[in-house]
Protein backbone atom coordinates (compact mmCIF):
# COMPACT_ATOMS: atom_id res chain seq x y z
CA UNK A 1 0.00 0.00 0.00
CA UNK A 2 1.27 3.47 -1.08
CA UNK A 3 1.84 4.75 2.48
CA UNK A 4 1.75 8.47 3.49
CA UNK A 5 2.89 8.49 7.93
CA UNK A 6 -0.37 8.53 9.16
CA UNK A 7 -1.75 6.05 6.33
CA UNK A 8 1.66 4.30 7.66
CA UNK A 9 1.24 4.84 11.42
CA UNK A 10 -2.22 3.33 11.30
CA UNK A 11 -1.20 0.69 9.99
CA UNK A 12 1.24 -1.06 12.12
CA UNK A 13 -1.28 0.39 14.90
CA UNK A 14 -3.35 -2.16 13.37
CA UNK A 15 -0.65 -4.55 13.69
CA UNK A 16 -0.36 -4.78 17.32
CA UNK A 17 -3.85 -6.51 17.23
CA UNK A 18 -3.45 -10.22 18.16
CA UNK A 19 -3.73 -12.24 14.82
CA UNK A 20 -3.52 -9.12 12.67
CA UNK A 21 -0.86 -8.85 10.00
CA UNK A 22 0.15 -6.35 7.19
CA UNK A 23 -2.36 -7.71 4.61
CA UNK A 24 -5.41 -7.87 7.52
CA UNK A 25 -4.42 -4.32 8.81
CA UNK A 26 -4.31 -3.15 5.40
CA UNK A 27 -7.81 -4.52 4.87
CA UNK A 28 -8.87 -2.86 7.90
CA UNK A 29 -7.39 0.37 6.77
CA UNK A 30 -8.77 0.49 3.63
CA UNK A 31 -12.27 -0.59 4.77
CA UNK A 32 -12.49 2.43 7.31
CA UNK A 33 -10.60 5.08 5.19
CA UNK A 34 -12.41 4.39 2.08
CA UNK A 35 -15.98 3.04 3.05
CA UNK A 36 -16.81 3.62 6.30
CA UNK A 37 -14.85 6.63 8.26
CA UNK A 38 -18.15 7.10 10.59
CA UNK A 39 -16.97 3.76 11.94
CA UNK A 40 -12.85 4.75 11.59
CA UNK A 41 -13.78 7.68 14.30
CA UNK A 42 -16.39 5.64 16.21
CA UNK A 43 -13.75 3.09 16.86
CA UNK A 44 -10.90 5.87 17.92
CA UNK A 45 -13.60 7.37 20.49
CA UNK A 46 -14.69 3.78 21.81
CA UNK A 47 -10.79 3.10 21.97
CA UNK A 48 -10.34 6.20 23.73
CA UNK A 49 -12.92 5.77 26.41
CA UNK A 50 -12.12 2.12 27.36
CA UNK A 51 -8.57 2.75 27.92
CA UNK A 52 -9.27 5.58 30.16
CA UNK A 53 -11.97 4.16 32.39
CA UNK A 54 -11.56 -0.01 32.38
CA UNK A 55 -9.37 -1.67 34.97
CA UNK A 56 -9.73 -4.78 36.60
CA UNK A 57 -12.14 -5.90 39.72
CA UNK A 58 -9.94 -5.58 42.66
CA UNK A 59 -11.88 -8.98 43.76
CA UNK A 60 -12.47 -10.83 40.96
CA UNK A 61 -10.17 -9.34 38.20
CA UNK A 62 -12.73 -8.92 35.20
CA UNK A 63 -13.01 -5.56 33.06
CA UNK A 64 -15.01 -3.25 34.97
CA UNK A 65 -15.34 0.80 35.12
CA UNK A 66 -15.88 0.64 39.16
CA UNK A 67 -13.23 -0.64 41.34
CA UNK A 68 -15.72 -3.73 42.47
CA UNK A 69 -17.64 -5.18 39.57
CA UNK A 70 -21.27 -5.36 39.55
CA UNK A 71 -21.21 -9.43 40.42
CA UNK A 72 -19.36 -8.78 43.02
CA UNK A 73 -21.00 -6.27 44.64
CA UNK A 74 -24.25 -8.83 44.39
CA UNK A 75 -24.38 -9.74 48.01
CA UNK A 76 -27.58 -11.89 47.40
CA UNK A 77 -25.03 -14.34 45.92
CA UNK A 78 -23.30 -17.57 47.54
CA UNK A 79 -20.13 -16.74 48.94
CA UNK A 80 -19.52 -20.15 49.57
CA UNK A 81 -18.66 -21.19 45.95
CA UNK A 82 -15.96 -19.30 43.95
CA UNK A 83 -16.09 -20.39 39.94
CA UNK A 84 -12.60 -19.66 38.30
CA UNK A 85 -12.50 -19.02 34.56
CA UNK A 86 -10.60 -17.98 31.89
CA UNK A 87 -12.58 -14.88 30.44
CA UNK A 88 -15.14 -12.66 30.91
CA UNK A 89 -17.17 -14.36 27.68
CA UNK A 90 -16.44 -18.01 29.78
CA UNK A 91 -18.73 -15.79 32.39
CA UNK A 92 -20.98 -14.94 30.33
CA UNK A 93 -21.43 -18.32 29.27
CA UNK A 94 -21.88 -19.58 32.73
CA UNK A 95 -24.35 -16.86 33.94
CA UNK A 96 -26.67 -17.70 30.44
CA UNK A 97 -27.44 -20.94 32.13
CA UNK A 98 -28.92 -19.66 35.48
CA UNK A 99 -27.30 -22.93 37.24
CA UNK A 100 -24.84 -21.30 39.19
CA UNK A 101 -25.40 -18.28 41.97
CA UNK A 102 -21.53 -18.23 43.19
CA UNK A 103 -18.89 -15.33 43.32
CA UNK A 104 -16.29 -15.96 40.06
CA UNK A 105 -12.61 -14.88 39.62
CA UNK A 106 -11.66 -13.92 35.96
CA UNK A 107 -7.92 -15.34 35.23
CA UNK A 108 -8.05 -12.89 32.17
CA UNK A 109 -6.05 -16.03 30.54
CA UNK A 110 -4.56 -19.35 31.07
CA UNK A 111 -0.68 -20.45 31.27
CA UNK A 112 0.24 -20.72 27.60
CA UNK A 113 4.10 -20.61 27.55
CA UNK A 114 3.99 -20.53 23.74
CA UNK A 115 2.43 -17.20 24.46
CA UNK A 116 4.43 -16.04 26.87
CA UNK A 117 1.78 -16.72 29.17
CA UNK A 118 3.43 -18.02 32.76
CA UNK A 119 2.05 -18.56 36.38
CA UNK A 120 3.46 -15.33 37.24
CA UNK A 121 2.07 -13.00 34.21
CA UNK A 122 -1.43 -15.00 35.34
CA UNK A 123 -0.73 -13.18 39.20
CA UNK A 124 -1.92 -16.78 40.25
CA UNK A 125 -1.22 -15.71 43.99
CA UNK A 126 -4.13 -12.95 43.34
CA UNK A 127 -6.31 -15.67 42.68
CA UNK A 128 -4.61 -17.99 45.96
CA UNK A 129 -5.53 -15.01 47.92
CA UNK A 130 -8.98 -14.85 46.57
CA UNK A 131 -9.84 -18.52 47.16
CA UNK A 132 -8.39 -18.61 50.22
CA UNK A 133 -11.01 -15.63 51.73
CA UNK A 134 -12.55 -16.82 54.72
CA UNK A 135 -16.44 -18.30 54.00
CA UNK A 136 -14.93 -19.96 50.12
CA UNK A 137 -16.03 -23.37 50.87
CA UNK A 138 -15.47 -24.67 46.98
CA UNK A 139 -13.52 -24.17 44.19
CA UNK A 140 -14.94 -24.90 40.86
CA UNK A 141 -11.72 -25.17 38.09
CA UNK A 142 -14.21 -23.76 35.35
CA UNK A 143 -11.11 -23.19 32.73
CA UNK A 144 -11.82 -24.53 29.49
CA UNK A 145 -11.03 -28.54 28.34
CA UNK A 146 -8.04 -27.49 26.50
CA UNK A 147 -4.60 -28.71 26.99
CA UNK A 148 -3.71 -24.81 28.23
CA UNK A 149 -7.20 -24.80 30.11
CA UNK A 150 -5.96 -28.25 31.77
CA UNK A 151 -2.74 -27.29 32.40
CA UNK A 152 -4.02 -23.91 34.43
CA UNK A 153 -6.53 -26.11 36.56
CA UNK A 154 -4.21 -28.54 37.52
CA UNK A 155 -1.76 -25.78 38.47
CA UNK A 156 -4.73 -23.55 40.56
CA UNK A 157 -5.37 -27.25 42.30
CA UNK A 158 -1.76 -28.20 43.44
CA UNK A 159 -1.68 -24.12 44.91
CA UNK A 160 -4.79 -25.16 46.82
CA UNK A 161 -4.15 -28.62 47.74
CA UNK A 162 -2.54 -27.21 51.42
CA UNK A 163 -6.12 -25.25 52.17
CA UNK A 164 -8.93 -27.25 53.51
CA UNK A 165 -10.84 -26.06 50.50
CA UNK A 166 -13.46 -28.92 48.24
CA UNK A 167 -11.85 -28.49 44.67
CA UNK A 168 -13.80 -29.61 41.98
CA UNK A 169 -13.63 -29.42 38.04
CA UNK A 170 -16.63 -28.97 35.39
CA UNK A 171 -18.01 -32.56 34.50
CA UNK A 172 -16.85 -33.46 31.14
CA UNK A 173 -19.36 -36.13 29.32
CA UNK A 174 -21.78 -36.62 26.63
CA UNK A 175 -23.11 -33.09 25.58
CA UNK A 176 -27.14 -32.91 25.68
CA UNK A 177 -28.34 -33.76 22.21
CA UNK A 178 -25.23 -35.97 21.86
CA UNK A 179 -25.29 -39.29 20.30
CA UNK A 180 -22.93 -42.03 20.79
CA UNK A 181 -22.38 -42.92 17.80
CA UNK A 182 -20.55 -39.61 16.69
CA UNK A 183 -19.12 -38.50 20.41
CA UNK A 184 -15.08 -38.59 20.33
CA UNK A 185 -13.49 -41.67 21.73
CA UNK A 186 -12.12 -39.63 24.57
CA UNK A 187 -15.41 -38.09 25.68
CA UNK A 188 -17.52 -41.41 25.38
CA UNK A 189 -14.13 -43.08 27.29
CA UNK A 190 -14.58 -40.46 29.86
CA UNK A 191 -18.51 -40.58 30.22
CA UNK A 192 -18.37 -44.39 30.46
CA UNK A 193 -15.65 -44.19 33.49
CA UNK A 194 -17.80 -41.60 35.42
CA UNK A 195 -21.02 -43.40 34.67
CA UNK A 196 -23.51 -42.22 37.32
CA UNK A 197 -26.91 -43.88 39.22
CA UNK A 198 -30.10 -43.14 37.61
CA UNK B 1 -18.20 -11.15 27.61
CA UNK B 2 -19.43 -9.09 30.93
CA UNK B 3 -20.39 -6.18 29.39
CA UNK B 4 -20.16 -2.72 30.93
CA UNK B 5 -21.49 0.16 29.05
CA UNK B 6 -17.68 1.49 27.40
CA UNK B 7 -17.08 -2.26 26.71
CA UNK B 8 -19.98 -2.78 24.79
CA UNK B 9 -19.36 0.39 22.66
CA UNK B 10 -15.71 -0.89 22.07
CA UNK B 11 -16.68 -4.43 20.85
CA UNK B 12 -19.71 -2.37 18.76
CA UNK B 13 -17.30 -0.60 16.99
CA UNK B 14 -14.58 -3.45 16.30
CA UNK B 15 -17.47 -5.70 14.59
CA UNK B 16 -17.82 -3.08 12.14
CA UNK B 17 -14.22 -4.22 10.58
CA UNK B 18 -14.95 -6.39 7.79
CA UNK B 19 -14.22 -9.80 8.63
CA UNK B 20 -14.77 -9.15 12.01
CA UNK B 21 -17.57 -11.12 14.06
CA UNK B 22 -18.35 -11.15 18.08
CA UNK B 23 -15.48 -13.59 19.25
CA UNK B 24 -12.78 -11.65 16.98
CA UNK B 25 -14.04 -8.46 18.46
CA UNK B 26 -13.97 -9.65 21.72
CA UNK B 27 -10.38 -10.93 21.68
CA UNK B 28 -9.25 -7.70 19.85
CA UNK B 29 -10.51 -5.57 23.26
CA UNK B 30 -9.84 -8.39 25.51
CA UNK B 31 -5.84 -8.23 24.23
CA UNK B 32 -5.77 -4.44 24.74
CA UNK B 33 -7.02 -3.92 27.69
CA UNK B 34 -5.42 -6.56 29.64
CA UNK B 35 -2.53 -6.84 27.84
CA UNK B 36 -1.73 -3.64 25.62
CA UNK B 37 -3.50 -0.53 27.00
CA UNK B 38 -0.90 1.45 25.13
CA UNK B 39 -1.58 -0.25 21.70
CA UNK B 40 -5.42 0.99 22.59
CA UNK B 41 -4.44 4.03 22.71
CA UNK B 42 -1.70 4.54 19.92
CA UNK B 43 -4.89 3.00 17.37
CA UNK B 44 -6.92 5.87 18.58
CA UNK B 45 -4.71 8.45 17.84
CA UNK B 46 -4.17 7.04 14.80
CA UNK B 47 -7.51 6.52 13.64
CA UNK B 48 -8.13 10.16 14.49
CA UNK B 49 -5.27 11.25 12.74
CA UNK B 50 -5.96 9.03 9.53
CA UNK B 51 -9.99 10.30 9.66
CA UNK B 52 -9.22 13.37 9.83
CA UNK B 53 -6.29 14.14 6.86
CA UNK B 54 -6.00 11.04 5.16
CA UNK B 55 -8.60 11.72 1.36
CA UNK B 56 -8.61 10.30 -1.71
CA UNK B 57 -6.07 12.01 -4.85
CA UNK B 58 -7.97 14.06 -6.81
CA UNK B 59 -6.77 12.62 -10.18
CA UNK B 60 -5.89 9.10 -9.18
CA UNK B 61 -8.29 8.11 -6.13
CA UNK B 62 -5.78 6.40 -3.79
CA UNK B 63 -5.44 7.44 -0.43
CA UNK B 64 -2.98 10.77 0.12
CA UNK B 65 -3.08 13.31 2.77
CA UNK B 66 -2.58 16.38 0.44
CA UNK B 67 -5.15 16.91 -2.93
CA UNK B 68 -2.81 15.43 -5.66
CA UNK B 69 -0.67 12.42 -4.49
CA UNK B 70 2.71 12.50 -4.89
CA UNK B 71 2.80 9.57 -8.02
CA UNK B 72 0.78 12.20 -9.59
CA UNK B 73 2.54 15.27 -8.91
CA UNK B 74 5.42 13.46 -10.40
CA UNK B 75 5.97 14.78 -13.65
CA UNK B 76 8.78 12.70 -14.61
CA UNK B 77 6.49 10.06 -15.64
CA UNK B 78 5.13 9.20 -18.87
CA UNK B 79 1.65 11.19 -19.34
CA UNK B 80 1.35 8.61 -22.19
CA UNK B 81 0.36 5.39 -20.08
CA UNK B 82 -2.57 4.78 -17.44
CA UNK B 83 -2.58 1.73 -15.39
CA UNK B 84 -5.98 1.11 -13.11
CA UNK B 85 -5.40 -1.05 -10.20
CA UNK B 86 -7.72 -2.16 -7.38
CA UNK B 87 -5.93 -1.13 -4.38
CA UNK B 88 -2.96 1.36 -3.10
CA UNK B 89 -1.13 -2.75 -2.58
CA UNK B 90 -1.48 -3.46 -6.17
CA UNK B 91 -0.23 -0.07 -6.81
CA UNK B 92 2.66 -0.47 -4.52
CA UNK B 93 3.55 -3.98 -6.42
CA UNK B 94 3.64 -2.53 -9.65
CA UNK B 95 6.47 0.17 -8.50
CA UNK B 96 8.38 -2.30 -6.80
CA UNK B 97 9.00 -4.32 -9.99
CA UNK B 98 10.66 -0.95 -11.51
CA UNK B 99 9.31 -1.49 -15.10
CA UNK B 100 6.31 0.60 -15.06
CA UNK B 101 7.01 4.49 -15.41
CA UNK B 102 3.34 5.49 -16.28
CA UNK B 103 0.22 6.95 -13.51
CA UNK B 104 -2.19 5.34 -12.11
CA UNK B 105 -6.05 4.95 -11.76
CA UNK B 106 -6.67 3.49 -7.91
CA UNK B 107 -10.60 1.78 -8.15
CA UNK B 108 -10.51 1.18 -4.40
CA UNK B 109 -12.47 -1.61 -4.90
CA UNK B 110 -13.52 -4.21 -7.70
CA UNK B 111 -17.13 -4.58 -8.99
CA UNK B 112 -18.90 -7.33 -6.53
CA UNK B 113 -22.20 -7.31 -6.53
CA UNK B 114 -22.51 -9.95 -3.98
CA UNK B 115 -20.50 -7.62 -1.67
CA UNK B 116 -22.84 -4.32 -3.09
CA UNK B 117 -20.09 -3.03 -5.02
CA UNK B 118 -21.36 -1.84 -8.82
CA UNK B 119 -19.97 0.16 -10.60
CA UNK B 120 -21.87 3.02 -9.83
CA UNK B 121 -20.23 2.23 -5.94
CA UNK B 122 -16.74 2.86 -7.63
CA UNK B 123 -17.61 5.69 -9.73
CA UNK B 124 -16.22 4.26 -12.99
CA UNK B 125 -17.42 7.66 -14.81
CA UNK B 126 -14.10 9.12 -12.70
CA UNK B 127 -11.84 6.83 -13.61
CA UNK B 128 -13.57 7.29 -17.75
CA UNK B 129 -12.68 11.02 -17.21
CA UNK B 130 -9.68 10.64 -16.42
CA UNK B 131 -8.49 7.67 -19.13
CA UNK B 132 -9.80 9.89 -21.24
CA UNK B 133 -7.74 12.86 -20.96
CA UNK B 134 -5.82 14.47 -23.56
CA UNK B 135 -2.52 12.70 -24.11
CA UNK B 136 -3.51 9.03 -22.43
CA UNK B 137 -2.90 6.76 -25.25
CA UNK B 138 -2.65 3.38 -23.30
CA UNK B 139 -4.77 2.00 -20.44
CA UNK B 140 -3.27 -0.70 -18.55
CA UNK B 141 -6.23 -2.60 -17.23
CA UNK B 142 -3.93 -4.28 -14.49
CA UNK B 143 -7.22 -5.30 -12.14
CA UNK B 144 -6.86 -9.11 -10.52
CA UNK B 145 -7.15 -11.83 -12.36
CA UNK B 146 -9.93 -12.90 -10.46
CA UNK B 147 -13.24 -13.11 -11.59
CA UNK B 148 -14.44 -9.56 -9.93
CA UNK B 149 -11.17 -8.67 -11.40
CA UNK B 150 -12.07 -9.88 -14.76
CA UNK B 151 -15.36 -8.47 -14.60
CA UNK B 152 -14.21 -5.35 -13.89
CA UNK B 153 -12.02 -4.80 -16.90
CA UNK B 154 -14.26 -6.23 -18.97
CA UNK B 155 -16.79 -3.29 -18.02
CA UNK B 156 -13.60 -0.86 -18.32
CA UNK B 157 -12.11 -2.35 -21.36
CA UNK B 158 -16.58 -1.72 -22.96
CA UNK B 159 -16.66 1.55 -21.32
CA UNK B 160 -13.06 2.80 -23.14
CA UNK B 161 -14.33 1.29 -26.40
CA UNK B 162 -15.73 4.25 -28.09
CA UNK B 163 -12.44 6.32 -27.46
CA UNK B 164 -9.31 5.98 -29.86
CA UNK B 165 -7.32 4.50 -26.81
CA UNK B 166 -5.39 1.33 -26.45
CA UNK B 167 -6.73 -0.66 -23.92
CA UNK B 168 -4.24 -3.51 -22.76
CA UNK B 169 -4.37 -6.15 -19.78
CA UNK B 170 -1.45 -7.78 -17.98
CA UNK B 171 0.07 -10.73 -19.90
CA UNK B 172 -1.27 -14.05 -18.40
CA UNK B 173 1.73 -17.49 -18.30
CA UNK B 174 3.81 -19.23 -16.82
CA UNK B 175 5.73 -17.42 -13.70
CA UNK B 176 9.15 -16.65 -13.27
CA UNK B 177 10.66 -19.96 -12.20
CA UNK B 178 7.09 -22.10 -12.82
CA UNK B 179 7.33 -25.43 -13.72
CA UNK B 180 5.22 -26.84 -16.78
CA UNK B 181 4.56 -30.00 -14.69
CA UNK B 182 2.85 -27.62 -11.92
CA UNK B 183 1.45 -25.03 -13.75
CA UNK B 184 -2.24 -24.72 -13.20
CA UNK B 185 -4.13 -26.12 -16.22
CA UNK B 186 -5.56 -22.84 -17.51
CA UNK B 187 -2.48 -21.08 -16.94
CA UNK B 188 -0.38 -23.46 -19.35
CA UNK B 189 -3.27 -23.42 -21.84
CA UNK B 190 -3.19 -19.85 -21.70
CA UNK B 191 0.38 -19.90 -22.53
CA UNK B 192 0.37 -22.23 -24.90
CA UNK B 193 -2.17 -20.17 -26.68
CA UNK B 194 -0.39 -17.24 -26.50
CA UNK B 195 3.33 -18.17 -27.53
CA UNK B 196 5.60 -15.93 -28.68
CA UNK B 197 8.37 -15.70 -31.20
CA UNK B 198 12.16 -16.21 -29.34
Redesign the interface.
Known amino acids: ??K????D??I???E????VGPKTA?????????Y??A?????????????A??G?CLRCN????QSI?T?CSDEHRDPRLLAVIE???D??AL?STLAYQGYYYVL??RISPLDGVTPNTLKLERFLARATEPGVEEVILATNFTIEGQTTAHMMATLLKPYPIKVTRLARGIPFGGELEYVDLPTLAQSLRQRRNT
Chains 1, 2 share one sequence.
Open positions: MKTSSLALTAFRLPGQRYVMHLLQDKAAEQLSRALEEAAHINTFTECTTPAQAEMG
